[in-house]
């Protein structure tokens, strides 16, 4: 795929990232505490080189319930350790006592009146290592990292989302184009939703660019490059965050909240540096707000008609929580944030060292 625009202006980081279970450490924060009675036990465990997938498929095996009777909030990665709440019927818990897996450890167990749904997070907490990182990238890397914490990242949907190979949105595109067929529904929609990803990731890298531009020249000559009328560039050129809000911009309240449209450049911008609220992109499909006016001028080149449902998604996000730790006999670098859910943290490494 091609490059995706980046904020921060440094040079590429030569270090070394690999995404594996001592390097690469996720945990699941629940958006609730869990009530402590009810008809669903709650098992908090660590995996190892297991897709969230595979764990459920285990825990069903060994504990005698079926997949489908199993919650979980969120999918997690298989090259990683990572930490997650799984719902099982509260008739498997004796023969909890008895389960054993090489790349599973129950940690602890409570009970809650609810099954646990998708999307029923808070966010994820990550430990990343970086190696091979010499004094002078040690520098780099936390300045990178201060920035990230004043301004937050850009919302990119990660290469995950993409597939192994990096092309699912390709036959995302074949099949909303009427050239591919795919009988299986959930693979179907993996597809769709990886062209929906593709198309809003290269509508960010887009906004990136124009505001790239809008910091590095003169109001007149953007105006005159970009065609956009000389008061709003003056007014983009005053916006204190890198990211610049335009006219017809959807904007949410942040973390969560309702949606609208930027009507006062200078009010809304403001509020977003303050991280009050963020701009959002176009997840594009049937029944989505659209952006209006210059935002929409844009945006509408990343818009794509198809059956499936669209939504909208944060342009932007605020990582909290954020520590470093270098480590210079060993030349690493220890990184530590949290993340809202639905968000990247490959995204927040790629934006650290380009």
């Not at 309702?258 to 540096?273: D, G, P, T």
Request: aromatic residues 12%; glycine residues 6%.
């Amino acid at each position: 795929m091609e490059q995706l625009q980046r904020y921060l202006n440094h040079s590429k980081i030569d270090v070394l990232f690999k995404r594996n279970r001592d390097d690469f450490v996720v945990t699941e924060i629940p958006l609730y505490e869990f009530s402590g009675e009810g008809e669903h036990l709650i098992i908090k465990f660590r995996k190892k080189d297991l897709t969230t997938w595979d764990a459920v498929q285990i825990f069903s095996e060994q504990l005698g319930c079926k997949g489908r009777d199993i919650g979980y909030a969120g999918l997690k990665d298989k090259s990683a350790m990572t930490i997650q709440s799984i719902s099982v019927p509260k008739s498997c818990e004796e023969k909890l006592k008895i389960f054993k897996h090489d790349n599973i450890k129950v940690l602890e167990t409570t009970r809650h009146n609810n099954k646990i749904k998708i999307g029923h997070l808070k966010g994820n907490k990550f430990f990343i290592r970086l190696k091979r990182v010499n004094v002078i990238d040690s520098r780099k890397i936390q300045e990178a990292v201060k920035s990230i914490a004043n301004f937050g990242i850009p919302n990119y949907f990660g290469s995950q989302r993409f597939g192994i190979e990096g092309d699912n949105y390709k036959k995302g595109k074949a099949i909303i184009d009427g050239e591919l067929k795919e009988k299986n529904r959930k693979l179907k929609q993996m597809y769709i939703n990886a062209y929906q990803s593709y198309l809003f990731n290269h509508w960010l890298s887009k906004r990136i660019e124009i505001s790239k531009l809008v910091d590095a020249f003169e109001p007149k000559v953007i105006h005159e490059k970009l065609e956009l009328p000389l008061d709003i560039v003056k007014n983009m050129k005053k916006q204190k965050h890198p990211f610049k809000l335009l006219t017809g911009d959807l904007m949410s309240h942040y973390p969560f909240g309702k949606i609208f449209h930027v009507e006062n450049l200078e009010e809304e911008s403001e509020k977003f540096y303050n991280r009050d609220r963020v701009a959002t992109g176009l997840l594009c499909g049937k029944k989505v707000k659209k952006s209006e006016g210059l935002a929409q001028n844009i945006e509408k080149e990343f818009d794509e008609p198809m059956t499936e449902d669209g939504t909208r998604r944060f342009a932007w996000i605020f990582p909290d929580d954020i520590e470093t730790n270098y480590k210079e006999e060993k030349n690493w670098m220890e990184i530590q944030f949290f993340l809202p859910k639905g968000s990247y943290a490959t995204e927040f490494i790629a934006e650290v060292i380009h």
